[in-house]
């Protein structure tokens, strides 16, 4: 990484992914107190953000925003941007899954498992294909509400892991540099490697 930087994400899932891609492309460790987890994107318009934003520029430094665009990336855009032209805040801005779908870390996790587990997620879709067409008696309305996805990559990893390993499947203990279970290589990563490359240096 080039100098003084802040990387701000949603949640400790995208501590834990974000830190370990940045190792796996640049070699670097993350320093702790260099990503902030801010429980949620609205948080980041608390005061205490903004002042670290603004202490981060005064120092030449660079802020990075790394959030989920969720149900439309174009508003979600819309409304972060409007917001730091609004405080005269200065950062860098990248929608997950690739900034430019709409979704979230989940919908890049499931496109970068390794290709030789895909009948895993391929088996976790059929599932959920066929839950919508069930017809519970009692139950009103149809149909039947399907995981989210953030328990579909729990069950991935369930799937893959041995009884003994079922911590590594929590958010905060996986290991995405384990080439069996994750392609950090993938082509879908394409666009985050090139947004972080405009900071980082080799």
Not at 25 to 41: A, H, S, T, Y
Not at 133 to 158: F, M, N, V
């Amino acid at each position: 990484m080039k100098g003084l930087y802040t990387i701000y994400v949603e949640g400790i899932a995208d501590v834990r992914f974000l830190s370990q891609y940045i190792h796996h492309l640049f070699g670097v460790i993350v320093p702790e107190e260099r990503i902030v987890k801010l429980d949620g994107w609205t948080n980041l318009k608390g005061t205490t953000w903004q002042q670290r934003m603004r202490a981060i520029t005064d120092k030449g430094g660079t802020n990075i925003v790394i959030i989920d665009a969720d149900n439309d990336i174009e508003a979600r855009r819309s409304d972060v941007l409007l917001w730091k032209e609004e405080n005269a805040l200065e950062f860098e801005l990248f929608l997950l899954p690739n900034n430019k779908d709409a979704g979230a870390l989940e919908d890049l996790l499931e496109r970068i498992v390794n290709p030789n587990n895909r009948p895993i997620l391929d088996c976790w879709e059929n599932y959920e294909q066929e839950l919508v067409q069930l017809d519970i008696p009692g139950r009103t309305p149809p149909p039947l509400t399907t995981p989210a996805k953030k328990t579909k990559i729990y069950g991935y990893l369930e799937a893959m892991l041995k009884p003994s390993q079922k911590e590594l499947i929590k958010e905060v203990n996986r290991n995405y540099e384990n080439t069996q279970h994750w392609n950090l290589e993938a082509e879908y990563l394409g666009q985050l490697k090139e947004f972080l490359e405009k900071f980082m240096s080799h």
